[in-house]
């Protein structure tokens, strides 16, 4: 019980699936849990399994894009006598394709719950832990943030707000007793992968995925040790440290070859698909199976000019 009367607890958003679900089931043992997300269904059948184990849950059943989420989130703890220690923002969406030819609205709305209600959730319980000294926020970010990413142009950029954001409060927290541990995976075995047919991308054959439980024991750990960074897996250490040295010039155009989906239309409306209408060439297409435009493309040989002594 803290000072207040107010009893800790851990709130997990997008604990209904993936790696969210991951983070309540394993939360330390003697917190209240609080799952939240939009499935009813699911979000009461991770509170039973939580249960079972000999924790208390509450469940919150709420869409995170709606107005004023944060204060909705907050006014339950308040309402249930709860004071937030741990807060873990997992809810999260992606959309893969070229920006220019994806709709807007779902673009916008990735950026608002990615960027906009994590930030809303985090400065808004932030002020209680401080005040109790103690307590912190894990945030997902992604591998995804620490590079541009042609073909998912706005979740690269959302994770790279995430990854910024949260190291930036890591320092701005330091001596309060609250810490804030930003988790960058490579590909996690999830909904997110499948749903959107994200998998079937060629990057996702070349890098194997984690599961949700490794992901979210390595988090839990990194948080409970202090740490502003957790990259869990070998692996994505590996893609972490690659992508650290290789020079944009070089890494830009393989991510939008291993990203990109060939059926994607075409931006200008033309009806054909990207590759075809407005894509790389077709010449570079068959000379090197699959292209990758900037990179691999040779220049045609200019005649030597003559020497004129
Ligand atoms: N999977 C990966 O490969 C991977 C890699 C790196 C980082 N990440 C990041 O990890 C986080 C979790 O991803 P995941 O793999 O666990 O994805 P997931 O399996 O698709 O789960 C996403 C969760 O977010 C919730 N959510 C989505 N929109 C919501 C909304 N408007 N309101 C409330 N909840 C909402 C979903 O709840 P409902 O199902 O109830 O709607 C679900 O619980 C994301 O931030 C993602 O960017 C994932």
């Given at each position: 019980m803290s000072q207040n009367g107010l009893r800790p607890c851990i709130v997990v958003t997008?604990?209904?699936?993936?790696i969210g679900q991951a983070m309540a089931k394993s939360a330390a043992k003697g917190f209240v849990v609080v799952l939240v997300g939009r499935s009813d269904e699911r979000l009461t059948a991770v509170a039973e399994e939580i249960r079972t184990e000999g924790s208390e849950t509450l469940t919150l059943q709420l869409d995170?894009?709606?107005?004023?989420a944060a204060r909705q989130v907050k006014d339950f703890l308040d309402a249930n006598g709860l004071a937030c220690h741990v807060l873990v923002n997992s809810a999260g969406q992606g959309l893969q394709g070229l920006a220019a030819s994806r709709p807007l609205d779902a673009q916008l709305r990735m950026i608002d719950l990615n960027v906009r209600l994590l930030v809303e959730l985090t400065l808004t319980l932030i002020p209680g832990m401080v005040a109790r000294h103690g307590g912190g926020v894990i945030n997902l970010g992604s591998?995804?943030?620490?590079i541009p990413g042609p073909q998912m142009a706005v979740y690269y950029a959302t994770k790279s707000f995430v990854s910024s954001f949260s190291q930036a409060l890591y320092e701005e927290l330091r001596g309060t007793g609250v810490t804030v541990t930003c988790v960058i995976p490579g590909p996690v075995d999830t909904g997110f992968l499948h749903g959107r047919g994200i998998?079937?991308?060629?990057l996702f054959k070349y890098m194997p995925s984690l599961s949700a439980e490794d992901v979210a024991e390595s988090a839990w750990r990194g948080f409970q040790r202090g740490r502003r960074m957790v990259v869990p897996g070998i692996t994505s250490k590996l893609a972490a440290l690659v992508m650290s040295l290789v020079p944009l010039r070089l890494a830009l155009p393989v991510i939008n070859q291993v990203q990109t989906r060939w059926a994607d239309p075409c931006p200008?409306?033309?009806?054909?698909t990207f590759i075809r209408c407005c894509g790389m060439k077709s010449s570079t297409r068959r000379r090197f199976g699959f292209g990758i435009p900037g990179l691999l493309e040779r220049k045609p040989k200019s005649p030597k000019a003559k020497r004129v002594p």
């Amino acid at each position: 019980m803290s000072q207040n009367g107010l009893r800790p607890c851990i709130v997990v958003t997008g604990a209904s699936n993936g790696i969210g679900q991951a983070m309540a089931k394993s939360a330390a043992k003697g917190f209240v849990v609080v799952l939240v997300g939009r499935s009813d269904e699911r979000l009461t059948a991770v509170a039973e399994e939580i249960r079972t184990e000999g924790s208390e849950t509450l469940t919150l059943q709420l869409d995170l894009l709606a107005d004023n989420a944060a204060r909705q989130v907050k006014d339950f703890l308040d309402a249930n006598g709860l004071a937030c220690h741990v807060l873990v923002n997992s809810a999260g969406q992606g959309l893969q394709g070229l920006a220019a030819s994806r709709p807007l609205d779902a673009q916008l709305r990735m950026i608002d719950l990615n960027v906009r209600l994590l930030v809303e959730l985090t400065l808004t319980l932030i002020p209680g832990m401080v005040a109790r000294h103690g307590g912190g926020v894990i945030n997902l970010g992604s591998l995804a943030g620490l590079i541009p990413g042609p073909q998912m142009a706005v979740y690269y950029a959302t994770k790279s707000f995430v990854s910024s954001f949260s190291q930036a409060l890591y320092e701005e927290l330091r001596g309060t007793g609250v810490t804030v541990t930003c988790v960058i995976p490579g590909p996690v075995d999830t909904g997110f992968l499948h749903g959107r047919g994200i998998k079937d991308l060629p990057l996702f054959k070349y890098m194997p995925s984690l599961s949700a439980e490794d992901v979210a024991e390595s988090a839990w750990r990194g948080f409970q040790r202090g740490r502003r960074m957790v990259v869990p897996g070998i692996t994505s250490k590996l893609a972490a440290l690659v992508m650290s040295l290789v020079p944009l010039r070089l890494a830009l155009p393989v991510i939008n070859q291993v990203q990109t989906r060939w059926a994607d239309p075409c931006p200008c409306g033309s009806g054909k698909t990207f590759i075809r209408c407005c894509g790389m060439k077709s010449s570079t297409r068959r000379r090197f199976g699959f292209g990758i435009p900037g990179l691999l493309e040779r220049k045609p040989k200019s005649p030597k000019a003559k020497r004129v002594p």
